[in-house]
């Protein structure tokens, strides 16, 4: 399984692979086999240690003290250098990291990371089932799950099943830079009640009456019995527009 991960990961010609949570090393040593120079970030003292004494004396791997959730990756490779990610992320975890990587100044090329299967499911879903989270990274990435993995793979086994995940990080959002606080604040808004239909959810929490929420629909050509689980991010965006030509001229 760590050498199916490790092999799976695309690094730029010349760049470098910055893992997440190293933990012991498993799949750092999986990574160095496969031919690839590692940053592994690691936020606990003693697994840092640990990870200098094992790996002591290998050229290819820097160890870096971070936690995930709040470090710049970017700033862990240098000026100039391509970087794809790759780890197995703590469930509780995953959502916020995957966030940090995606909106970073400095992004991957992509990331190919363990998570749980339901989360897996949610990144990469198809349309018609799209949660905020679905919506959240597809305007960085595209996501494909790779393959799955049983609890029986791991010592002590965990009660869920986990899944690999492929986010193929793209060389521009969908959603320009000046418009995703915006994009974000009505998408996260209006998934509040993602099983009700658009025109409910949306004027019941982004400020709208009924009769605007049906001009603003109308005008991005969006039927209002949909549901915000069903619109892509280019209906979002669509949205987005009617919704500020709405309110300009309330």
């Known amino acids: 399984m760590l050498s199916d991960i490790a092999h799976a990961v695309h690094v730029p010609e010349g760049g ?21 120079p590692v940053v592994a970030l690691e936020i606990e003292d003693r697994l840092v240690l640990h990870l200098r004494q094992r790996f002591r004396g290998e050229p290819r791997l820097r160890v870096v003290q971070a936690d995930a959730r709040d470090a710049d990756m970017g700033e862990a490779v240098p000026p100039g250098v391509g970087f794809a990610v790759a780890g197995n992320l703590p469930y509780f975890a995953a959502n916020p990291i995957i966030r940090r990587l995606l909106e970073a100044r400095r992004k991957p090329t992509e990331a190919v990371v363990m998570v749980q299967r339901e989360v897996a499911r949610e990144l990469a879903a198809k349309a018609g089932g799209f949660s905020l989270l679905t919506v959240s990274v597809q305007v960085y990435a595209e996501a494909s799950i790779l393959f799955d993995v049983p609890p029986e793979a791991f010592d002590p086994p965990p009660s869920v099943w986990s899944s690999v995940v492929r986010l193929a990080v793209r060389d521009e959002p969908l959603v320009p830079a000046g418009d995703i606080e915006e994009f974000f604040t009505l998408v996260s808004k209006t998934f509040r009640n993602p099983r009700k239909q658009i025109h409910n959810a949306l004027a019941r929490e982004t400020g709208l009456r009924a009769d605007q929420a049906d001009e603003a629909l109308r005008l991005a050509g969006i039927d209002p019995i949909r549901r915000a689980e069903t619109l892509s991010v280019a209906e ?13 001229g309330d």
């Open 16 to 36: 470098v692979v910055v893992e997440i949570g190293a933990g012991t090393g498993q799949l750092t040593a999986a990574l160095l086999d496969a031919g690839h």
């Open 236 to 248: 979002w965006l669509g949205l987005l527009a009617a919704w500020r030509a709405v309110r300009a």
